[in-house]
């Protein structure tokens, strides 16, 4: 069993282990907050009573009869009650007069490619792409693969969807033709939407190659539906394939929209698992829109009439569906959506954009915020960021060094920082403190939000004292959580609800300050967070045994400075490799790797080795492997089948032998 030592947590855990500053919310900012003292006190005297006062924030064509029915592990939030999500994002809106309001300031990554959507503008859109699938055959309850740059056709494509109540699949688009293969036939999505490609520091990269071999495996799939916006020549499928500025663009700009159920599905996100198969997490509508919304206002205290909302990250990953999609539309809010890297066009990019759209809230990931600080504060100092008010982090457990970098470099020491720790499985943020009531600690995520139950369990389930870790659990249901693992319902109960019987096991070990205050140490399964990105080791490893070549391949997660934690790959190959042929053999790895998942799966190390370390029952020793990977003295290692393999290992890898960084 994996435990929840030190080891597992990349850089920034010694650190943060001996950190004790903290800084007590900032004055002015309380009294106009949206979460007031009390909250925390209120939502748990009754924390049913809670949600349902939050869901009244959403307009329902049918209210429910029960907040809540528990059949462990299963829930159903808002029995009863009928919303439309694509309604509640964008038409109510306008309704009530706020059509004019930019939704999103959205920012290509071509200098002075730049469009202004109005909620007046999203609800044409959505119709005229709703109508388009209705066109394509789409009916509720049919699955809709989308695989697009950050452009705003991403998110009118999934409000579309939303609104049919056609659970959407959203594929990142950094995900090779093999991954989204295997996804769209998990899905059995009979229409795929994307793009002939996108723009990737200064150049065309191609998305719609990777969608026509994908879909060589995928016979089911009728229609694909082809934005344009890099121009680039793209191979045409007859029947099949239609641009979206042809389908969509003549379709008429009303679209009646239906109320679905409150647990009709929303979409099916896949992420990366213990297993070499990706799991397609499920959230349904209304809980999912409550809870977005809900911790949207008061995790980043919006205030729709005036703030600009910024997360920067990809519509691919959870992190977009919730905090740049659902829950700021939710709110009414204008956001910033840009679709390029934080160093296109100049390392300074982010920070005049920040300038010209006067951002006042900004959440991003720590290993961005450790590229910033590499990159030096004379960038963020030569910009006027005084319109920023809140900045956040999620993805990854942050160093109090990048903490205070952002404080003091980017919210010059005025802005509270919410360190917000959640999962794709959760829909939305659980563990954050609350600018304006919650205290800050420099890589403290601090408290459960009101109305979440979390503790911090030692092996047998006994909750740790202050001062201790262990696994962080959460003792009752939330409102976004994950309805299931799609089509895989043993692999639901088994991943979250075994370990600890009644309790949902995220995977990550926790600690108790002496102040009771939370602290997240990273996961504690084979799962892996490179740039704040979920791989899994095993998905990796049966990449590489793909490979003709290999044998055996073992993979753990080092240290790294940057991305947190970096793949390290240790592979036994067939036949005899020597010197020059061993590099050479290393970069062919390394770059099938990438092909057949993704470039955010490459290795940043790969150590040929004659064999790999193993218990006497055949068990890869990963734990050792770690050690090795990061340089670690070993101790000991009594209880591997052959201990020269390991030195043998640990020999190489202080020379230097197998490394092919770039
Ligand atoms: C894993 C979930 C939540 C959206 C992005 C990642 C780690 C996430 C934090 C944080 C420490 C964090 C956990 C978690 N994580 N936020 N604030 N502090 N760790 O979603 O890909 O589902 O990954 O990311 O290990 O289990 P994800």
């Not at 709703?130 to 309850?141: I, K, S, Y």
């Not at 990931?365 to 982090?393: C, F, Q, V």
């Amino acid at each position: 069993m994996p435990d929840a030592s030190a080891d597992r947590t990349g850089p920034a855990l010694s650190a943060l282990l001996h950190e004790t500053r903290q800084f007590p919310p900032p004055a002015g900012f309380a009294a106009q907050a949206n979460a007031q003292p009390g909250i925390y006190e209120e939502a748990a005297a009754d924390p049913l009573a809670w949600w349902e006062r939050q869901a009244e924030h959403l307009q329902w064509e049918q209210r429910w009869d029960r907040v809540l029915e528990w059949d462990l592990p299963y829930s159903k939030w808002f029995v009863g009650g009928k919303l439309n999500a694509s309604v509640n994002c964008v038409d109510r809106h306008v309704a009530a007069g706020i059509g004019d309001r930019v939704a999103y300031h959205w920012v290509g990554e071509p200098e002075g490619d730049t469009r202004d959507i109005t909620y007046a503008d999203l609800k044409d859109l959505v119709a005229q792409a709703a109508n388009a699938l209705v066109e394509l055959g789409v009916e509720a309850g049919d699955r809709v693969a989308i695989y697009l740059p950050m452009i705003p056709e991403a998110v009118v494509a999934m409000l579309a969807c939303a609104r049919l109540g056609a659970p959407h699949s959203v594929i990142f688009g950094g995900f090779s033709a093999d991954a989204l293969a295997s996804r769209i036939l998990d899905a059995d999505a009979r229409v795929v939407v994307t793009a002939d490609g996108g723009w990737r520091r200064g150049t065309a990269s191609p998305l719609k190659p990777a969608v026509d071999a994908a879909l060589e495996q995928c016979p089911d799939v009728r229609s694909v539906l082809v934005v344009r916006r890099t121009g680039q020549d793209v191979a045409w499928h007859e029947g099949r394939d239609h641009w979206w500025h042809d389908l969509v663009d003549r379709q008429s700009t009303t679209h009646e929209a239906e109320a679905f159920d409150a647990e009709q599905p929303l979409y099916i996100m896949y992420t990366s698992g213990t297993t070499a198969k990706p799991k397609g997490i499920l959230h349904t509508t209304g809980g999912y829109l409550v809870h977005t919304s809900t911790t949207h206002r008061l995790v980043f205290d919006l205030k729709p009439e005036r703030d600009v909302f910024w997360t920067a990250a990809d519509i691919g990953w959870v992190t977009g569906h919730s905090y740049i999609v659902y829950g700021p539309l939710a709110n009414g809010a204008t956001s910033v959506m840009y679709e390029g890297t934080p160093d296109a066009g100049g390392q300074d990019r982010w920070w005049r954009i920040v300038e010209q759209h006067k951002v006042s809230i900004l959440y991003t990931a720590p290993t961005t915020i450790r590229t910033l600080m590499k990159w030096g504060e004379e960038l963020p100092a030569a910009h006027d960021l005084s319109s920023l008010r809140l900045l956040g982090s999620v993805g990854e457990p942050i160093n109090p060094e990048a903490w205070m970098w952002y404080r003091t470099n980017v919210g010059r020491d005025r802005c509270p920082i919410v360190d917000t720790w959640w999962q794709t499985e959760t829909g939305g943020i659980l563990i954050s403190p609350l600018p304006g009531i919650t205290a800050t600690k420099p890589g403290a995520a601090m408290r459960p939000l009101p109305g979440i139950s979390a503790k911090v369990i030692d092996n047998d389930g006994n909750e740790v004292g202050n001062g201790e870790g262990g696994y962080l659990v959460l003792t009752e249901p939330w409102p976004g959580m994950l309805r299931g693992i799609w089509g895989d319902p043993e692999r639901y109960q088994e991943t979250y609800w075994s370990r600890f019987p009644g309790y949902y096991f995220a995977g990550d070990g926790a600690k108790l300050d002496d102040d009771g205050d939370l602290w997240l140490l990273g996961r504690v399964d084979d799962v892996m967070n490179v740039s704040g990105h979920r791989i899994s080791t095993a998905e990796i490893e049966h990449a590489l045994v793909g490979h003709p070549r290999v044998a055996e391949a073992a993979v753990v997660g080092a240290s790294d400075a940057t991305t947190g934690q970096a793949v390290v790959a240790f592979v036994t190959v067939k036949g005899e490799v020597e010197g020059e042929e061993g590099e050479a053999l290393v970069r062919e790895l390394r770059d099938h790797v990438a092909t057949v998942i993704s470039p955010i799966a490459k290795p940043r190390q790969i150590l040929l080795t004659p064999d790999l370390p193993k218990t006497r029952s055949g068990k890869i020793m990963r734990r050792l492997l770690r050690d090795v990977a990061e340089h670690r003295d070993l101790g000991d290692v009594t209880t591997l089948l052959d201990s020269s393999v390991v030195s043998m290992i640990d020999e190489k890898m202080r020379t230097g032998a197998a490394s092919d960084d770039e």
